[in-house]
């Protein structure tokens, strides 16, 4: 399983950003693609998850801000990311795993978003 994430970059304070990731590889039996972010000194927290049903998850944090999706047949996942702010700073990584609640079994290798003036 390889998870290729694109998008990071540096972006002014209200500004957006829309992340991609691409699957390849054995992916059937996994269920929901997402994006966690990871600041220097803290935990990788979960930004956004999506099921193959369409369903998806945010943190309190994006909620209004950032938009999930999926396109199965080119089996990517897009992060549009809006009203951006300078805590949304981070290592995003994408992720792969097979159930909604779960943790993430696969993690791609991370693009850096900076939001500064």
């Known amino acids: 399983v390889q998870l290729q994430a694109s998008g990071g970059g540096l972006v002014q304070p209200g500004g957006s950003l829309r992340l991609s990731c691409a699957a390849s590889g054995s992916i059937f039996s996994f269920n929901v693609m997402g994006w966690y972010r990871q600041v220097p000194g803290k935990q990788r927290e979960l930004v956004a998850t999506?099921?193959?049903?369409?369903?998806?998850r945010y943190a309190d944090s994006v909620k209004g801000r950032f938009t999930i999706s999926g396109d199965s047949a080119k089996k990517t996942v897009y992060l549009q990311m809006n009203r951006l702010k300078p805590e949304d700073t981070a290592v995003y990584y994408c992720v792969l795993q097979s159930y909604e609640l779960g943790r993430p079994d696969y993690w791609g290798q991370g693009t850096l978003v900076t939001v500064s003036s």
């Open positions: 999506i099921t193959s049903g369409g369903s998806t």
